[in-house]
């Protein structure tokens, strides 16, 4: 039944450390995007795919990549954790960028030492 | 580029009572809005979004209303429950661009 899943649920990384988070959806939509959320606050959008086309944020550090290697899987990498970036990754999908409905996976907690 | 404001932040009612949650946008060219429901700790869940065409959309205890002259759109929840207790998202689309989100609203609905 998951429609949007994130692997792994929760990370803990050494600052410096590279880590990959990994999306996948079910629904076959042509969008997909991460999102990061510190507490209490609303999601932030670092970047979203429009199939293979990458658009980036302009405040999205460098220091965070992402890659879709097909429709299915999206891959959000940051590499060079610092400790701000201890926060939740929220990947969603949309069926197209047209005002479309965004469903959001579950999360995967990430905390940098 | 869009913004939204978002208020109250932080809602307490009774159970039983309504809550309204309000929010203004600036780009005319806005034509969606969605509200999201996240629990602590869990993903934002789409509650119920309406589209610029439309003045009203019910769906059981949640419904929402769009001003498009004056900017703003509100949600609102009859007879609340405690398990309606979370922090809401409004958001607005403004074409093709990225959702805009506003800053969220507790909502504590006290048995």
């Known amino acids: 039944d998951a429609m949007v899943i994130q692997n792994p649920r929760y990370q803990v990384t050494q600052f410096g450390k590279p880590v990959t988070l990994s999306c996948s959806q079910t629904?076959?939509?042509?969008?997909m995007y991460w999102y990061q959320q510190k507490s209490s606050q609303a999601p932030k959008l670092l970047f979203h795919y429009y199939d293979k086309d990458f658009n980036n944020e302009a405040d999205t550090p460098d220091n965070f990549q992402s890659r879709r290697p097909n429709t299915s899987f999206c891959f959000l990498d940051i590499r060079s954790p610092g400790l701000g970036d201890t926060a939740m990754y929220l990947c969603?999908?949309?069926?197209?960028?047209?005002?479309?409905?965004?469903?959001f996976g579950p999360g995967t907690r990430l905390l940098v030492l | 580029g869009e913004n939204v404001e978002q208020h109250p932040s932080t809602l307490s009612v009774q159970e039983g009572d309504s809550a309204v949650i309000k929010c203004t946008y600036s780009d005319s060219a806005s034509n969606y809005f969605p509200w999201y429901k996240q629990e602590l700790g869990k993903r934002p869940q789409l509650i119920i979004d309406?589209?610029?065409?439309?003045g009203e959309k019910k769906d059981q205890r949640i419904a929402v209303t769009l001003n498009k002259t004056a900017k703003h759109f509100s949600l609102h929840i009859t007879e609340t429950q405690p398990e309606d207790s979370a922090v809401y998202f409004c958001a607005a689309w403004p074409g093709f661009q990225k959702l805009v989100f506003g800053t969220g609203t507790r909502l504590l609905v006290s048995p």
């Open positions: 969603a999908t949309s069926r197209d960028r047209g005002g479309e409905t965004q469903y």
């Open positions: 309406i589209r610029s065409n439309v």
């Open positions: 629904l076959n939509h042509n969008v």
